[in-house]
Nanobody, 127 residues
Framework: EVQLVESGGGLVQAGGSLRLSCETS????????IGWFRQAPGKEREGVSC????????YYADSVKGRFTISSDNAKNTVFLQMNSLKPEDTAVYYC????????????????????WGQGTQVTVSS
């Protein structure tokens, strides 16, 4: 059974940092692409960052480029999202998602390309 469990969310002041973790199980980590998405109240879910299988490629939304960093610990089957210089507009529920990448080393940037989702972790940035 595929499972994705996010953690690391919380309340932080503007300018602060948080590190989100997505612990995965139930699949061969090296064969899957992982993405981070977020959804603020009243807004659609949006892509934040994603990584291809084996971290050969990464993607960042323009709104987080230069502030967020995606990384993986293959030994722990875990993907991280380091978030620095946080802004109030980063407030949202953050989700990680996974999908089999087949033979492809590419990123998947839209939510409908993913098959498995975690339950989300709340990030609140106060001004």
């Amino acid at each position: 059974e595929v499972q994705l469990v996010e953690s690391g969310g919380g309340l932080v002041q503007a300018g602060g940092s948080l590190r989100l973790s997505c612990e995965t199980s139930g699949f061969t980590f090296d064969d899957y692409a992982i993405g981070w998405f977020r959804q603020a109240p009243g807004k659609e879910r949006e892509g934040v960052s994603c990584t291809s299988r084996r971290d050969t490629d990464t993607y960042y939304a323009d709104s987080v480029k230069g502030r967020f960093t995606i990384s993986s610990d293959n030994a722990k089957n875990t993907v991280f999202l380091q978030m620095n210089s946080l802004k109030p507009e980063d407030t949202a529920v953050y989700y990680c998602a996974a999908r089999s990448a087949g033979y492809y080393y590419r990123t998947y940037r839209t939510s409908n390309e993913y098959d498995y989702w975690g339950q989300g972790t709340q990030v609140t940035v106060s001004s």
